[in-house]
């Protein structure tokens, strides 16, 4: 799998857009971008995936690049809540493939 | 809305004791995961299974086994606890279907003393 380099962190004022970037570049061309957070002392949270395309849910939005080679996660309001850690992972399409999960990046959503 | 279930939050147990570390999942999820989370060293994964009675080694399966009986019930094994495997213990499912993520459960942070 893909190697994912993310920084180490990141401040934030609440209710402005979060941006989080990643960098990807020896993404195949069947793997997908994952982004998980982990808010401290609980499990990791599934936030988004995507492939090729610019993908959007309730939680976020996911940017790719056209080449591929990194990605943007977008928290458009951030809230203190929004406090974590957040991992970029890339990932085989196969179902049983394991995450690598990295450092990730500590967002500090400050009031 | 719980969906992955581990059955202790914390646990302190002493060295060279047994333990059983036990998740539930409620999705008929086929794959299942656990993975040990260590400040510097982020989420390592130990074993994986994607299938009843089915077992792959991870990354650092050593000190560790599992059981998966059941589709629901994925569990791991400490033979004799050691002070080093003092750590918080993730486990996650996943579908079988391709291009899906994972559901991690709370953790369990055990302490081996």
């Known amino acids: 799998d893909a190697k994912t380099t993310q920084p180490t962190s990141m401040d934030c004022a609440e209710g402005r857009a979060a941006n989080l970037p990643c960098n990807h570049s020896t993404i195949s061309g069947n793997e997908y971008v994952y982004w998980y957070r982990q808010i401290h002392s609980q499990g990791p949270q599934y936030i988004i995936h995507g492939l090729k395309n610019n993908e959007t849910n309730e939680m976020a939005s996911l940017i790719i690049t056209e080449d591929r080679k990194s990605s943007t996660l977008i928290l458009p309001h951030a809230t203190l809540r929004d406090t974590a850690v957040y991992y970029c992972?890339?990932?085989?399409?196969?179902?049983?493939?394991?995450?690598?999960f990295g450092s990730g990046t500590k967002l500090n959503v400050k009031p | 809305d719980v969906k992955v279930t581990q059955s202790s939050r914390y646990l302190v147990k002493r060295t060279g004791e047994k333990v059983f570390l036990e998740c539930v999942q409620d999705m008929d999820h086929e794959n299942m995961f656990w993975y040990r989370q260590d400040p510097g060293l982020g989420l390592r994964l130990i074993y994986f299974s994607y299938d009843v009675k089915m077992k792959e080694k991870g990354d650092i399966p050593e000190g560790y086994s599992v059981s998966r009986e059941k589709k629901e019930r994925f569990s791991l094994i400490l033979e004799s606890a050691s002070t080093n495997q003092t750590s918080m213990y993730l486990c996650a499912s996943s579908p079988g279907t391709g291009g899906d993520g994972y559901t991690f459960g709370s953790g369990t942070r055990l302490t081996v003393v």
């Open positions: 992972i890339v990932r085989l399409s196969r179902s049983f493939n394991k995450f690598y």
